[in-house]
Structure formats: C-alpha cells, structure tokens
C-alpha cells in the first residue's frame, strides 16, 4: 500500500479559504520589508493571498496582512505592495 502525498494547504487573508499552497501568493515580512515570495521560499514569516483582484481589495480591506503578521505596518507600504500584487495578478493571467 502506497500512500498518496497531500499538497500542503495555506489560508488566504483575504477570503479565508483553503487551498494549495500552489495555487496562492505568499508575502514575506523580510527586514527590507514586505516583499511578494512567488517561489514560496523566502526567509521570514509569511502570509497568502489569492491570485485575484476581489481577494486582494477584500485584504486590504480587512487589513489581513497587519493581522495575519501581527505587526504594525504603515499604509504606504501596503498600497505599494498592493499595487505590486495587482500587477503580479494582470501578468498571471
């Protein structure tokens, strides 16, 4: 008996669903600053997101990265990652 090898699951901060590891984007908190990890292997501690613009407006309207990270992050460091992950989402496509 073989057994089958299960994809990791991650949580998305903006609508809260499970799914593949795969299938998200991860955003590091680095000492730089936060910084989009598309190879999922970055050092430091990480949030995810969905590939999708309704998922990143319903973070960052819900401030899920702060959240998530629990730490204190200025709004222009949001927006600018914002803008990064929106651009990320329209290359992806």
Do not use: H, W
Request: charge should be positive; proline fraction near 2%.
């Amino acid at each position: 008996m073989t057994k089958t090898k299960r994809a990791p699951q991650r949580t998305c901060v903006g609508c809260n669903v499970s799914k593949d590891k795969k299938d998200l984007i991860r955003i590091v908190d680095t000492e730089e600053g936060l910084r989009l990890d598309v190879t999922g292997k970055m050092n430091g501690r990480g949030v995810y997101v969905c590939p999708n613009k309704e998922c990143i407006a319903l973070a960052q309207k819900k401030n899920g990265i702060k959240r998530s990270l629990k730490k204190n992050i200025d709004n222009e460091e949001i927006s600018a990652l914002f803008e990064e992950l929106t651009a990320y989402e329209k290359e992806s496509v």
